[in-house]
């Protein structure tokens, strides 16, 4: 082995060591919420009358944009960068997040939110 690549070699392993809960394969998507839940939460909240969401049941909406794949997109929303914070903001309060978006305020909590958002998260 290349001594002169040791530094480089131990900056990579700790950065790895630091990933702690996220996904490594979706950059800034941390898994502290219940995906589970999240799921279920879904369904209460009738996301899929807007929505077409893979795994939940009836949910065929046409009204708001398919979340397929949401796991491994860019954007929320087209205007926030889709990481875990972001995400959860969108979903308390998507329209401070973007004026005149037809996404209502659904009275989420924060935990909620979490939830929510990590059930999102696995969908790839």
Aim: proline fraction near 10%.
């Amino acid at each position: 082995m290349n001594l002169a690549h040791l530094p480089l070699l131990l900056m990579t392993l700790m950065l790895v060591a630091c990933e702690g809960g996220r996904d490594p394969s979706q950059p800034g998507l941390r898994m502290d919420g219940n995906p589970a839940h999240g799921k279920q939460l879904i369904s209460q909240y009738t996301c899929g009358a807007c929505h077409v969401i893979p795994g939940i049941h009836g949910a065929d909406g046409l009204v708001g944009p398919p979340l397929t794949m949401f796991g491994r997109r860019a954007y929320i929303g087209g205007e926030l960068p889709n990481t875990p914070a972001n995400l959860q903001r969108w979903l308390l309060d998507p329209p401070a997040v973007e004026p005149g978006t037809a996404m209502p305020r659904l009275g989420l909590s924060r935990a909620e939110a979490r939830d929510v958002a990590a059930y999102l998260s696995t969908l790839r």
